[in-house]
């Protein structure tokens, strides 16, 4: 059985940091590139970091670039989204995802993680 589960979603004041982890199983995860989304209320679930598969290469949305760091443990089937100087538009529920592209596209998701940026 397939499983993502995020967790370390809080409530943070702006300028704070909160590091989310999302744990795999079900799955070869070192093979898959790994993925954090996001979706505000009212908007569409946007894509804010990629790491590749088995690891290294990594891309950064353009509001996230500089503050957010994505890594992942392959050993712990873990992904991990390091977040510092949080901002109140960061207010999301965060998706982990894991993607394969091959003969066929496998995509896995977790079932969110609420982060609220407020003073």
């Known amino acids: 059985q397939v499983q993502l589960v995020e967790s370390g979603g809080a409530l943070v004041q702006p300028g704070g940091s909160l590091r989310l982890s999302c744990a795999a199983s079900?799955?070869?995860?070192?093979?898959?590139?790994m993925n954090w989304y996001r979706q505000a209320p009212g908007k569409e679930r946007e894509l804010v970091a990629t790491i590749a598969a088995p690891g290294g290469s990594t891309y950064y949305a353009d509001s996230v670039k500089g503050r957010f760091t994505i890594s992942r443990d392959n050993a712990k089937n873990t992904v991990y989204l390091q977040m510092n100087s949080l901002k109140p538009e960061d207010t999301a529920v965060y998706y982990c995802?894991?993607?394969?592209?091959?003969?066929?596209?496998?995509?896995?998701w977790g079932q969110g993680t609420q982060v609220t940026v407020s003073s």
């Open positions: 079900g799955f070869s995860f070192s093979v898959y590139a």
């Open positions: 995802n894991a993607l394969k592209r091959g003969a066929s596209i496998l995509t896995y």
